[in-house]
């Protein structure tokens, strides 16, 4: 197995994949018990089935041959997958789960995708619906209010 082999966009976005899940479970153990529990809900089998894609995308990208596709240069979809990827992160890093969310999710319907305005409407209500009406005021558990939010706020 070469290294050119492995660096692929299918085994660099399940490296990647396996890393935010690794991370944010080793974050989690820092919490209080009530705040650990749902990011370790997630990031456990997060983990878990990172490695097996890890795993899977690795030896796929092993057994096909240089002609078949040019490890090189990412496709035009894994671009625009970890476009969005870097997107969402950067936007929940700045702005938190409860406004970034819906509005990241309302632009990859409606602009990635091509989704009709309804369907990115209602994709953007829901989940804001699951974040602030659930996790925030059913379970009581804060999320990430992200920094430029909390800068503003102090």
């Keep these: 197995m070469t290294i050119k082999a492995l660096l692929n966009g299918r085994v660099g976005t399940a490296l990647v994949m396996l890393l ?14 009530k705040a650990r529990l749902m990011p370790l809900l997630v990031g456990i089998p997060g983990i878990l089935l990172g490695i ?27 671009r625009n997958m970890f476009l969005w990827i870097f997107i969402f992160f ?32 209602i994709g953007a209500a829901g989940t804001w619906a699951v974040l602030f009406g659930f996790f925030e005021q059913v379970m009581q558990l804060p999320l990430f209010k992200g920094l430029i939010v909390e800068w503003l706020l102090s």
């Excluded at 935010?20 to 018990?33: K, N, P, Q, R, V």
């Excluded at 890093?93 to 319907?109: C, D, E, K, S």
């Design 20 to 33: 935010i899940f690794l991370s944010m479970s080793l974050m989690a153990l820092g919490f209080t018990d």
């Design 52 to 78: 097996v894609q890890l795993t899977s995308e690795i030896r796929q990208s092993a057994r096909r041959s240089a002609d078949e596709a040019d490890s090189d240069a990412l496709s035009k979809a894994e």
């Design 90 to 121: 950067f936007g929940l890093l700045g702005f938190g789960f409860t406004y970034a969310a819906p509005i990241v999710v309302f632009a990859f319907m409606y602009a990635g995708k091509k989704e009709s305005l309804l369907v990115a409407l």
